[in-house]
């Protein structure tokens, strides 16, 4: 579905950007992953994706910079010739209540879970209305379509994350490009796995626990989703079948949002 395409994934070196890349990589798709890790890790992952037949590189852009970020989309261009399938997915998030929210942290959000996507999808299109065609998806969350408290920066940068998908999809509706955002529930994933563990010293109790109750709290099949679902998810999207699914936001939130 993905055959012969270029793909870059911004935040790949782990949880579901990598499973984003695995799948992708499966499917017929050269890809540069991006993020931080070490070394020997990186490698093992190019390594992994370059096994599915395809080629792979990484690009270490951090997605504080913009002119990082502008270098990682020619790099594409120039390696692969193109850049076609583009997944903003790069994130972090912080939770505390607003009074005591570090400005930095703040200010470090904004930039990473939503201007680094206006730069990507800024350079990346004149690549993709050159070849008209291209598949733009940001991973949003459920936080950009409700709220939570103690998630200031994280919610404001999301429901930013969602206008700018839909804006940059009516400017290219009428191409063979879409732009949709994808807004999961919780993942087990280390970026989930540091709000389980502070809940859990906070209130004393098991990882399990906290597990337990932060599922309870708020996703009603009280279960995670799933890395390799919403790989899935994204296969779809790029395919032929997606052509005209484009400005949506797509939960996969084991009923979140339903309440
Ligand atoms: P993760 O912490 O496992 O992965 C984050 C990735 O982003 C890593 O590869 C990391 O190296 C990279 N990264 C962080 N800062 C970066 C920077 N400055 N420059 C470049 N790369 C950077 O997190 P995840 O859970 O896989 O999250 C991926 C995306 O999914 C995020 O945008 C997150 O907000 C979103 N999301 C996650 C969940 C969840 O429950 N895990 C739910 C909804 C949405």
């Known amino acids: 579905m993905a055959e012969g395409k270029n793909a870059v994934i911004t935040g790949s070196t782990s949880g579901i950007g ?3 890349a695995r799948t992708l990589a499966k499917n017929g798709a050269n890809i540069v992953i991006n993020g931080f890790g070490e070394k020997q ?8 994706l370059q096994g599915y037949g395809v080629q792979a590189a990484h690009h270490p852009a951090n997605m504080l910079r913009s002119n990082e970020i502008k270098e990682m989309i020619q790099f594409t261009i120039e390696t692969f010739g193109s850049v076609d399938i583009l997944i903003n997915n790069a ?11 570090p400005d930095q942290t703040w200010e470090n959000i904004i930039a990473i879970n939503l201007s680094a996507a206006f730069y990507t999808m800024k350079e990346a299109m004149p690549s993709m209305k050159k070849s008209n065609w291209g598949r733009i998806i940001n991973i949003a969350s459920v936080h950009g379509l409700v709220a939570s408290v103690g998630k200031t920066g994280y919610c404001a940068a999301k429901h930013g994350l969602v206008g700018l998908t839909k804006v940059v999809a009516l400017e290219t509706a009428e191409a063979e490009i879409t732009c949709n955002a994808i807004c999961p529930g919780f993942v087990l994933t280390p970026l989930i796995e540091q709000q389980i563990e502070n809940i859990a ?7 399990t626990e906290s597990q337990h109750r932060l599922l309870a709290d708020k996703q009603p099949a009280k279960q995670f989703v799933k890395t390799k679902d919403l790989g899935e998810l994204v296969l779809f999207l790029c395919s032929d079948a997606g052509r005209l699914m484009t400005g949506a936001s797509l939960t996969m939130d084991g009923g979140w949002t339903a309440q």
């Open 41 to 48: 890790v990186i490698d093992k992952i190019v390594e992994e």
């Open 18 to 20: 990598l499973d984003i």
């Open 91 to 101: 994130g972090i998030q912080h939770v505390s209540p607003i009074e005591d929210f």
């Open 201 to 207: 010293k906070k209130e004393n109790i098991s990882i």
